[in-house]
């Protein structure tokens, strides 16, 4: 089974940054999209960041210019440089993965973290 573990969310003053990690465990035959979601108080889950196979990124308009989405595939881990954080940032952030569990599988399935609260605050 695949697992998604993050960290590196915290307290941090308006202005500041962070780095999230996601690392990726688990039996699979290769990573196809991954994602950053998020989910402030009262708020709706919306996609932060997503990057697939092929290196192509997307961000959310509030973000652009100041998170990086990134991955390290020989260790499976995916990254988001967030820059110039803002309190509407404040979230509990998702890793999600689209992985393949079997050899040959075209579709690969979810897989979600726990999550990691990142509050933005003086």
């Known amino acids: 089974q695949v697992e998604l573990v993050e960290s590196g969310g915290g307290l941090v003053q308006p202005g500041g940054s962070l780095r999230l990690s996601c690392v990726v465990s688990?039996?699979?035959?290769?990573?196809?999209?991954m994602a950053w979601y998020r989910q402030g108080p009262g708020k709706e889950r919306e996609l932060v960041a997503s990057i697939s196979n092929d290196s192509s990124t997307n961000y959310a308009d509030d973000v652009k210019g100041r998170f990086t989405i990134s991955r390290h595939n020989t260790e499976n881990t995916l990254y988001l440089e967030m820059n110039s954080l803002r309190p509407e940032d404040t979230a509990v952030y998702h890793c999600?993965?689209?992985?393949?569990?079997?050899?040959?599988?075209?579709?690969?399935?979810?897989?979600w973290g726990q999550g990691t609260q990142v509050t933005v605050s003086s």
């Open positions: 688990g039996s699979h035959f290769g990573l196809k999209s």
């Open positions: 999600h993965v689209n992985a393949i569990r079997e050899p040959g599988d075209y579709y690969g399935w979810d897989y």
